[in-house]
């Protein structure tokens, strides 16, 4: 396949190195391996490509997270704020649910 047209990509640091590490693990440039997370988009859908590595990302960070309040504000206090904070997205994954059966089939 011909690639002849270049972009410019701009992340933090955080998803650099995570991307260089994914471009190495499949023994390719960095470049040519979001060239061909790209190309998955006429396939599958670039959201779709990158979904399963988005939601990785938020459960590592809510994992730092948690640890870092467990050894700040202790254990029970963690439990707590866990627990609200699985009734808020509860709450928010059933408005938007309800959102998308009330906007009915896209196509």
Known sequence: MLRDHTLKVSLDAFQAARLTLR???????V???????????AEKGLADAL??????????????VRTVLAGARGEPEVRRLTERARERA???AR???????ASGPRG
Do not use: H, K, M
């Open 23 to 29: 471009a190495e693990e499949a023994g390719t440039t």
């Open 31 to 41: 470049s040519a391996y979001i060239a061909d997370l790209i190309a998955e988009d």
């Open 51 to 64: 979904a399963a590595e988005q939601l990785e990302i938020q459960l590592f960070t809510a994992i730092l």
């Open 90 to 92: 509860i709450e928010q």
């Open 95 to 101: 408005t938007v649910l309800a959102d998308l059966r």
